[in-house]
């Protein structure tokens, strides 16, 4: 069941069980990483649920927080449904790289197939911060560049802060 509240025209909120939680206990992961996680091809926010419920059970990370879910309009390929977004903050003790393609494997596992840029998708998962690291690489940059332009990351964000 979700309790919804719309924020203005384009921006509606949704609350579940999952989304927003907070975790009370300890993690012994080394490492904090915020995620964000998005869709727009199915019943996203039961993908949202099957994901906290997979995170959950794999002891590579813990699940620390979870925001509410956003719907908002679509930015760079906008021929395409409202996205659902939120974030996660997750302690893990994988470093930055090898935590990526854990992200991709999960995406994956649930059915994200890469067509395009800004493509619709089933899954989208992005590291925004990393334990307080910059990194610069070729296929991995942190902070996430775009994450303070995008409402999709700062609506929820301010929910998960401490």
Do not use: C
């Not at 959950?56 to 699940?63: E, G, L, N, S, Y």
């Amino acid at each position: 069941m979700y309790r919804t509240r719309k924020l203005n025209d384009s921006l509606t909120s949704f609350y579940s069980l999952r989304f927003p939680y907070t975790n009370p206990f300890k993690s012994s992961h080394r490492y904090e990483t915020v995620v964000g996680i998005g869709g727009n091809i199915g019943d996203v926010r039961r993908r949202f649920e099957h994901l906290f419920v997979f995170l959950q059970r794999d002891k590579r990370v813990t699940i620390k927080k979870t925001s509410l879910i956003l719907q908002n309009p679509p930015f760079g390929y906008s021929k395409q449904k409202d996205f659902l977004n939120s974030i996660m903050i997750l302690q893990t003790s994988i470093q930055p790289k090898e935590f990526l393609h854990y992200l991709l494997r999960v995406e994956k596992r649930f059915g994200r197939k890469r067509s395009f840029e800004n493509a619709p998708r089933t899954l989208d998962l992005d590291i925004i911060f990393f334990d307080n690291r910059v990194i610069k690489a070729k296929d991995l940059t942190i902070p996430h560049p775009a994450w303070h332009t995008r409402e999709s990351v700062i609506i929820p964000l301010v929910g998960v802060q401490k």
